[in-house]
């Protein structure tokens, strides 16, 4: 109706659930509640306890087997059924009266719902139950890579797929090629606070690929400054060099800057730079200036813990905010027997008895920076021998051949003693 010239607005409405009869519907009582309830029961939803983790599935088959349309579908997080739609007529509706099954999720926009009484719930434990996910499908990837009895001879890895999607909430998707090392550092940290690790609890992905490193930085005064402002500053406490210490879970190896001058036929020379060269980074006494929007800074590094697998991430592309830019040189690097004491500190000299490594994947990209494509080489361990993998395409290829590559992306396995080692064709 019409009041002083405004249309009328009803209140907002809180349904008190009470049973009548045999049918089981709940009766409702027009109740005026402001923001402030609606709040209060979003952040404090007594249902969360209810959630059922071993029947969280999302498999995409069974979401395409509810109807056509994918469109404003809910999973229910107690018993794992699919329906289309909350509202007072959806079967989620119904579903949620009939089994008293009251906490939802929004498979398109990740926002969890409270049925029958129809509010969003914000809380930081639905997120994790989402996350957990993550751990089911790439678990079940790696027990069917690795089955004996497997019937077939390949696997699908479309569910995993499905779940990086959900997961990273469309920052990485199927459709659409992203950068190798972004996702591989989304996906080690999600795999590691999804099993329970945090930065003091370890996790067994930590376990696998963390190692720790020792870092010196100093605060440099502004480049413009007066000479004899410089030497002022650099006797203040804030300008003296601070030592701390950081976890890793990969390596980054920064590439010299490539040649911009061509050769005599008018082609430009891909230069190449040695695998130790760009690692003396963390031999302790290389230093380099980092650079903030206020600051600038020196630091240096030296490792103090090796993991069992370490990975290597060679920094190819430098970004701003008009382009990306590549870098093409070839980093030479021997396929074994790549021996890490020297980058660590002297007392981790002593207690680190294995330090020498064998590479046992190499992930390349090839072309240019937004239109190139991903390749991998990986060791059979059984056979010592090397494969090259793209998209479906498998090939043998030499190791010798490895080493020509642009290399993105490098994995490398420690050996448990001087006498393991694998037989690496041609290395």
Known sequence: RETHGAAYKWPSIVRVRGWFGRQGFPSTVPVKVGRSSEDRRSRHCPYLDTINRSVLDFDFEKLCSISLSHINVYACLICGKYFQGRGLKSHAYTHSVQFTHHVFLNLHTLKFYCLPDNYEIIDSSPPGDIMFLLVQRFGELMRKLWNPRNFKAHVSPHEMLQAVVLCSKKNFQITKQGDAVDFLSWFMNALHGALGGTKKKPSSLTKVFQGSMRIFSKKLPHPDLPPEEKVALLLKEEYQEEMSESTFLFLTLDLPTAPLYK????????????????????????????????????????????????????????????????????????????????????????????????????????????????????????????????????????????????????????????????NHTGA
Not at 287 to 300: D, M, V
Not at 354 to 380: C, F, I, Q, S, W
Not at 392 to 414: C, F, G, H
């Open 263 to 422: 050769d005599e036929k008018e082609q430009l020379i891909i230069p190449q730079v040695p695998l130790f060269n760009i690692l003396a980074k963390f031999n302790g006494n290389t230093e380099k200036e980092y650079k903030t929007y206020k600051e600038n800074f020196l630091k240096r590094f030296q490792l103090l813990k090796l993991p069992p697998y370490l990975i290597f991430c060679i920094k190819r592309f430098t970004k701003n905010n008009f382009f990306v830019e590549k870098n093409p040189t070839i980093v030479n690097f021997p396929i074994t027997n790549v021996d890490l004491r020297e980058y660590l500190t002297e007392e981790a000299q002593v207690t680190e008895k294995n330090t020498t490594y064998d590479l046992v994947a190499n992930v390349v990209h090839d072309g240019k920076p937004t239109e190139g494509a991903y390749r991998m080489h990986v060791l059979h361990h059984g056979t010592g021998k090397w494969y090259e993998l793209q998209d479906l395409q498998v090939t043998d290829i030499l190791p010798q051949m490895i080493t020509l590559s642009e290399a993105y992306i490098q994995i490398w396995k420690r050996r448990e003693n001087e006498d393991d080692t694998t």
